[in-house]
């Protein structure tokens, strides 16, 4: 039954993927040829980074406050796909990773003192999408990094603008959003592998299509699997049975943990996709209804012990 249900969710998760990519390979290649070399151009003559870190668009020189953005071009040449890797790109934030959507977050070293419970104190760290709060007790929400139009870091006191759990600061994600000026589309992939541990690899995509001249719609679509380098070795303990009696002569019992061994058994599997609408209403009024869909499977744990 267990095998049944696993194959109808990976059966349903890369029907899911394949029609997203269908639907890009059937559309004009010219179109998609034309559109991906003005983005270059526009790339290229790129002179300034548009934030929203106070509820309106500024150049991120003129904004007030203490703020980091990175641009897609930075999150593409460090292949940032999860918490962990972009993180690592802002100076004033910090982590304590546990594995995949255990995460803990700190802007200049200022915590709430969580110790990765549930029930636990109120984060010191706002997390957003777009406008959405995300934040919950103890880990953060690890969403898959893809077509992203930047990540936000606000250092400080963000409980103005971004309510409470915001005390060290606020890190936003936002997603881009669909144009109704031109169609686009991109399909990426790709392959890699640990040197002792098992291969991996993802494939994700999305296309934007214009409906008419107020109304678009954007596709996102991801499926992502890391190949697992840690080993559960084979073990066996012996434990008393009656505290007070001798070990060598009272009641023993003998376990091990034969049916969890498993060579490179850390493997993560994170699929979803993201849809959204825009409408544009008039001149000063536009709706951007959204969904984000992710499933998020990590098998064995990832802490290892190299002395067993």
């Known amino acids: 039954m267990i095998e049944q249900r696993r194959f109808a969710q990976s059966a349903w998760r890369y029907a899911f993927v394949s029609a997203l990519l269908a639907s890009v390979s059937a559309l004009p290649?010219?179109?998609?040829?034309?559109?991906?070399?003005?983005?270059?151009?526009?790339?290229?003559?790129?002179?300034?980074?548009?934030?929203?870190?106070?509820?309106?668009?500024?150049?991120?020189?003129?904004?007030?406050?203490?703020?980091?953005?990175?641009?897609?071009?930075?999150?593409?040449?460090?292949?940032?796909?999860?918490?962990?890797?972009?993180?690592?790109?802002?100076?004033?934030?910090?982590?304590?990773?546990?594995?995949?959507?255990?995460?803990?977050?700190?802007?200049?070293?200022?915590?709430?003192?969580?110790d990765g419970l549930h029930i636990g104190s109120e984060p010191a760290t706002g997390v957003y999408v777009d406008e959405v709060p995300l934040t919950t007790i103890a880990n953060s929400v690890d969403l898959h990094i893809y077509d992203i139009a930047r990540v936000e870091a606000l250092s400080g006191p963000q409980g103005t603008l971004f309510g409470a759990s915001s005390l060290s600061g606020t890190l936003r994600i936002i997603t881009n959003q669909p144009e109704t000026s031109h169609f686009s589309a991109s399909?990426?992939?790709?392959?890699?592998?640990?040197?002792?541990?098992?291969?991996?690899?993802?494939?994700?995509?999305?296309?934007?299509?214009?409906?008419?001249?107020?109304?678009?719609?954007?596709?996102?679509?991801?499926?992502?699997?890391?190949?697992?380098y840690i080993d559960n070795i084979f073990k066996t303990r012996v434990f008393n049975l009656d505290p007070g009696s001798d070990p060598a002569t009272g009641d023993t019992l003998t376990e091990n943990?034969?049916?969890?061994?498993?060579?490179?058994?850390?493997?993560?599997?994170?699929?979803?996709?993201?849809?959204?609408?825009?409408?544009?209403?008039?001149?000063?009024w536009t709706i951007t209804p959204d969904v984000i869909y992710q499933h998020q499977k990590a098998d064995g744990n990832f802490l290892a012990n190299p002395k067993l």
């Open 257 to 284: 943990n034969s049916r969890f061994v498993k060579n490179d058994f850390n493997d993560v599997d994170t699929y979803g996709g993201r849809a959204a609408l825009k409408v544009d209403l008039n001149d000063s």
């Open 29 to 114: 290649v010219r179109a998609a040829t034309s559109t991906a070399a003005s983005a270059d151009a526009s790339t290229a003559a790129v002179g300034e980074v548009i934030v929203t870190a106070t509820k309106r668009e500024e150049n991120l020189q003129d904004v007030p406050v203490s703020v980091q953005a990175l641009t897609p071009s930075t999150l593409a040449a460090h292949q940032v796909s999860s918490s962990d890797d972009y993180i690592k790109l802002l100076p004033s934030v910090s982590f304590q990773s546990f594995g995949p959507g255990q995460s803990q977050l700190y802007f200049r070293g200022l915590t709430s003192g969580g």
């Open 187 to 228: 399909i990426d992939a790709q392959v890699d592998g640990f040197t002792d541990g098992q291969p991996g690899g993802e494939i994700q995509g999305y296309v934007n299509i214009p409906v008419n001249e107020k109304v678009a719609i954007r596709l996102v679509a991801f499926d992502d699997h890391e190949g697992g």
